[in-house]
C-alpha cells in the first residue's frame, strides 16, 4: 500500500512560478510510474505530466514548455516544477502511482493523493 501526499500549492499571479511535491509513503518508490493530473472546477480530470520509472517525462500539450516533472527515488519524492503560471492552470493537482516497470507511463493508476489547490490570479 502506498500513501501518497501532495504540497506546495497556494495561490501566485499570472507569470509566477510553483513548485509542488509528492512524497510517498513505502518501499520501491522506484519501480512506480508518478503522473501528476489536475481537475477545476467544472472540468474533467486531465493528465498533466508523468514520469517513468526510467525516468521518461509526458507531458500534456498545454504546460509542454513551462512544466517539468522529476523524481528523487532516495526521498521518495516527485516534483512538479510549474513556470509562466496562467489562469487556466488554476485547479487541484493530484498525484498518482502505480506500481510499473517500463518506459511509458501506464494507463490507469493505483493510488492517489488528495492534491493541492493552485490558484493563479490574472
Known amino acids: 500500500q502506498v500513501q501518497l501526499v501532495e504540497t506546495g500549492g497556494g495561490l501566485v499571479q499570472a507569470g509566477d512560478s510553483l513548485k509542488v511535491s509528492c512524497l510517498a509513503s513505502g518501499s520501491s518508490f522506484s519501480l512506480y510510474a508518478v503522473a501528476w493530473f489536475r481537475q477545476a472546477p467544472g472540468k474533467q480530470r486531465e493528465l498533466v505530466a508523468g514520469?517513468?520509472?526510467?525516468?521518461?517525462?509526458t507531458y500534456a500539450d498545454a504546460v509542454k514548455g513551462r512544466f517539468a516533472i522529476s523524481r528523487e527515488n532516495a526521498k521518495n519524492t516527485v516534483y512538479l516544477q510549474m513556470n509562466s503560471l496562467k489562469p487556466e492552470d488554476t485547479a487541484r493537482y493530484y498525484c498518482a502511482a502505480k506500481a510499473y516497470i517500463g518506459q511509458e507511463l501506464p494507463s490507469r493508476y493505483d493510488y492517489w493523493g488528495r492534491g493541492t489547490q493552485v490558484t493563479v490570479s490574472s
Open positions: 514520469i517513468s520509472t526510467g525516468h521518461i517525462t
